[in-house]
């Protein structure tokens, strides 16, 4: 059984940068595509950014240019760089995955980590 967990979460100012691990055990990595996703309080769990284990990438229009979603096979991590933060990015970020999609849509991954509280404030 496929198990995430991510890790890199905090507090940063308007502007700063953080990167999120989403380390996994129990499988290898290198047969899912791996998604970020981030969830707001009142709102709805929205699609990130995604990953395929080839290594080709999706972004949403509201983090492309800011956000960067990489993959090292070898450690069994994906990353999500995140650069020039703005509060609206304040969230708690999950990471999933899935045998078979490249989407940015939730109900498509099968495999959940905890999440990962972002804040973003001055």
């Known amino acids: 059984q496929l198990q995430l967990v991510e890790s890199g979460g905090g507090l940063v100012q308007p502007g700063g940068s953080l990167r999120l691990a989403c380390a996994a055990s129990g499988n290898t990595l290198n047969d899912y595509a791996i998604g970020w996703f981030r969830q707001a309080p009142g709102k709805e769990r929205e699609g990130v950014s995604c990953i395929t284990s080839g290594g080709s990438t999706r972004y949403a229009d509201s983090v492309k240019g800011r956000f960067t979603i990489s993959r090292d096979n070898a450690k069994n991590t994906v990353y999500l760089q995140m650069n020039s933060l703005k509060p609206e990015d304040t969230a708690v970020y999950y990471c999933?995955?899935?045998?078979?999609?490249?989407?940015?849509?939730?109900?498509?991954?099968?495999?959940w980590g905890q999440g990962a509280q972002i804040t973003v404030s001055s």
């Open positions: 999933a995955a899935s045998r078979w999609a490249f989407s940015l849509n939730a109900r498509t991954y099968d495999y």
